[in-house]
């Protein structure tokens, strides 16, 4: 019997970015889709790749998976315009609302509302997905999240959504207060209902999603320890939001060769240790669901149909010994088609000129964005000796200590055996916003301060002073990574501070979204210093000014920054496979629309071992390079590839051992 949108039942899929979530995801949606149930798969990363998972094109309006058995649709969300849908209803209401309760007149009120709303892609998201369970089609909508932080940030837009009917509701006070004046009473109007409506949502969706009968969440990781160290961070922060969690998927475990080989046998030697830790990091009610290594990247539903039964089975992972430490290193450097023979890279000369002063890593989730990052920055403070070096993580979900074998901060810390010019960095941005919004409050209030000064009557300062703290909480989404980045980068200006910063961006969506941002939040200050300066007569500028001033100042300097070739670099990291492929390409098409040099790729991890299905993968590695090389052909872009090492580089000595290995294949 079909069931209807009260019954429809939600599963999430989260995890480290490149850790294999879209291929479960598509995996599971097959699979329940094939068991009878009406199933749609949502993907709610801003760099979707849940339409290559399936091998169709997806869009922003579910379309069809052809299966031989069952229901299953696909739709990859596009927030920009899930969100405009959502506000085409309400904005008219909304801007009553701020034109009754603040000073602002009509084209204020309207451009803020145009640039603001915070979170955008995860409130959008989380709405989309409310949206398609209330429309009774489905019976279980699988949802392939975008990678940790920002799925942490998407589980909490409920509280977000409250916070903004809040915001409101102190706009929409004064109005009620002048009625009941007025009119000696006040009765609910359609601004109170539409308060009321978003404060509704977001109570419902909080409730919806700590409902162990309507959600549940599957974390995936690898049988690696960065992986492994994430998945803890994850798991604890989700329990501690009352949020269902019955199983780990660890995905691409290793399965015994047919005949010796020592890359397999150092893998597998590695993931057991790997394990064992892991499930001495996970509650004890928390399951462990072995997913085996593919030979071939599986595409297409019959591939997932095949994993998800696998994940179905969910046969636990037996209790492993430690194992012995077991090391191997690729041997042998793949070849591209290139004008140059293959040779070592020189990283200053390949990714960084004398002038750079923004050297950016990035690519999808899981490539080892990080791990080359710090590679990088190791061999550009021995390339540059005179320079002082800052290599900094602005992902959400940081690494770069586990990647360094070290603990870091928010501080800038010089690196135990490091250069002794070289510091990093594990950026705080909701710390370094914190900073922005006490100057600003501090501003307000000095504002209203001598406003009232020997006024008797302070009910309207009052409420004045509650809505201009509450305009920055429309701030457009992301404003708080956008603030401690200019934090950062005003010390390239400043004399002692760094002549470089190698960044370590999140992944691809989130890190285009982040270099989208300047500009859309240049216009959200220059909105707020045109509003101060047309009411200056009344309250004075003051310190307020200062603030929106010097957002806006700093916004500029990094906008050109980004935009200066010789300044700013940013290098993608890829894996010889077809969806880190098709993602590389997509996102250095964005970049370069953007006006930000890409000056080299690098191909991470490459070299397989002897036996048959390493071999028949290292061929596959060997096709998908030399496809990325015909695919980047015209854009002369140089290609470097890093050796595959287990366990995994990590710790300075080895990073510099490892990077010493990499090759270059020329511009092509």
């Known amino acids: 019997m079909r069931k209807g949108s009260a019954t429809t039942r939600y599963r999430f899929i989260g995890g480290k970015g490149g850790v294999g979530k879209t291929t479960c995801a598509a995996a599971i949606a097959v699979t329940a889709a094939a068991s009878g149930l009406r199933t749609l798969a949502i993907s709610t990363d801003p760099a979707p790749s849940l339409g290559d998972a399936f091998d169709r094109p997806l869009g922003a309006s579910p379309r069809r998976v052809p299966l031989r058995r069952g229901s299953l649709h696909g739709v990859e969300i596009d927030a920009p315009r899930a969100l405009e849908r959502w506000l085409a209803d309400r904005r008219d209401a909304l801007e009553r609302i701020a034109l009754r309760g603040t000073w602002l007149d009509a084209e204020d009120v309207a451009r803020l509302l145009r640039l603001s709303l915070p979170g955008i892609d995860e409130l959008a998201a989380l709405l989309e997905i409310a949206r398609y369970g209330r429309s009774g089609r489905y019976d279980l909508i699988v949802v392939d999240t975008a990678p940790t932080g920002h799925t942490l940030r998407m589980l909490a837009m409920p509280g977000t959504l409250r916070n903004i009917a809040q915001v409101f509701d102190h706009m929409q006070a004064r109005h009620r207060m002048i009625v009941e004046t007025l009119r000696g009473g006040w009765a609910p109007d359609a601004e109170d209902a539409l308060i009321d409506e978003l404060d509704t949502s977001g109570q419902e969706l909080a409730v919806l999603l700590r409902d162990p009968a309507s959600v549940t969440m599957s974390w995936v990781t690898l049988p690696e320890p960065m992986s492994v160290e994430e998945t803890s961070d994850g798991i604890a922060s989700l329990q501690s939001q009352g949020i269902p969690f019955p199983c780990v998927l660890v995905n691409r475990v290793t399965p015994r060769p047919l005949r010796a080989c020592r890359r397999c046998d150092a893998r597998i030697a590695f993931e057991r240790r790997t394990i064992a830790a892991l499930r001495g990091s996970v509650p004890h009610d928390v399951r462990l669901v072995g997913v085996a290594a593919r030979d071939t990247e599986p595409r297409g539903p019959r591939a997932l149909g095949a994993i998800g039964k696998e994940i179905e089975a969910a046969a636990p992972l037996a209790a492993v010994r430690s194992g012995r430490a077991v090391r191997w290193r690729a041997e042998t450097r793949a070849s591209t088609p290139a004008r140059s023979p293959a040779a070592i890279v020189d990283i200053p000369s390949t990714f960084a000129g004398d002038r750079t002063r923004l050297l950016l890593f990035g690519g999808k989730g899981g490539v080892g964005k990080t791990t080359c990052a710090a590679a990088a920055a190791l061999a550009l403070a021995a390339g540059f000796p005179s320079r002082r070096i800052?290599?900094?993580?602005?992902?959400?979900?940081?690494?770069?200590?586990?990647?360094?074998?070290?603990?870091?901060?928010?501080?800038?810390?010089?690196?135990?055996?490091?250069?002794?010019?070289?510091?990093?960095?594990?950026?705080?941005?909701?710390?370094?916003?914190?900073?922005?919004?006490?100057?600003?409050?501090?501003?307000?209030?000095?504002?209203?301060?001598?406003?009232?000064?020997?006024?008797?009557?302070?009910?309207?300062?009052?409420?004045?002073?509650?809505?201009?703290?509450?305009?920055?909480?429309?701030?457009?989404?992301?404003?708080?990574?956008?603030?401690?980045?200019?934090?950062?980068?005003?010390?390239?200006?400043?004399?002692?501070?760094?002549?470089?910063?190698?960044?370590?961006?999140?992944?691809?969506?989130?890190?285009?979204?982040?270099?989208?941002?300047?500009?859309?939040?240049?216009?959200?200050?220059?909105?707020?210093?045109?509003?101060?300066?047309?009411?200056?007569?009344?309250?004075?500028?003051?310190?307020?000014?200062?603030?929106?001033?010097?957002?806006?100042?700093?916004?500029?300097?990094?906008?050109?920054?980004?935009r200066d070739p010789e300044r700013t670099s940013f290098v993608v990291v890829t894996r010889a496979a077809a969806l880190p492929r098709a993602e590389t390409v997509r996102l250095i098409s964005r970049l370069r629309r953007m006006g930000i040099a890409v000056p080299a790729v690098v191909v991470n991890a490459l070299g397989r071992g002897t036996c048959t299905r390493c071999r028949r993968a290292g061929a596959i590695e060997q096709r998908e390079v030399h496809a990325l090389a015909r695919a980047l052909s015209r854009r002369r872009v140089s290609i470097a590839t890093t050796p595959a090492q287990v366990p995994p580089p990590h710790g300075i000595a080895e990073l510099h051992r490892w990077q010493r290995m990499w090759s270059l294949a020329g511009s092509i």
């Open 390 to 562: 800052l290599l900094l993580s602005a992902d959400p979900a940081h690494s770069l200590g586990d990647a360094l074998g070290l603990s870091l901060s928010d501080g800038p810390a010089q690196l135990d055996g490091g250069p002794p010019n070289l510091w990093a960095r594990e950026l705080d941005a909701a710390a370094g916003f914190r900073r922005v919004r006490e100057k600003y409050a501090a501003a307000i209030d000095s504002v209203f301060d001598r406003l009232t000064r020997g006024s008797s009557s302070g009910l309207d300062a009052r409420h004045d002073r509650q809505v201009m703290h509450d305009l920055i909480e429309l701030a457009p989404p992301g404003i708080d990574e956008l603030a401690a980045i200019i934090d950062v980068t005003d010390a390239l200006e400043r004399a002692g501070g760094h002549d470089l910063i190698v960044m370590d961006t999140a992944p691809s969506g989130h890190a285009v979204r982040l270099l989208e941002m300047p500009a859309l939040v240049q216009e959200w200050a220059k909105a707020l210093m045109s509003i101060l300066l047309k009411y200056q007569p009344i309250v004075g500028v003051g310190g307020l000014g200062a603030v929106a001033l010097k957002l806006s100042q700093g916004l500029g300097r990094l906008r050109e920054l980004l």
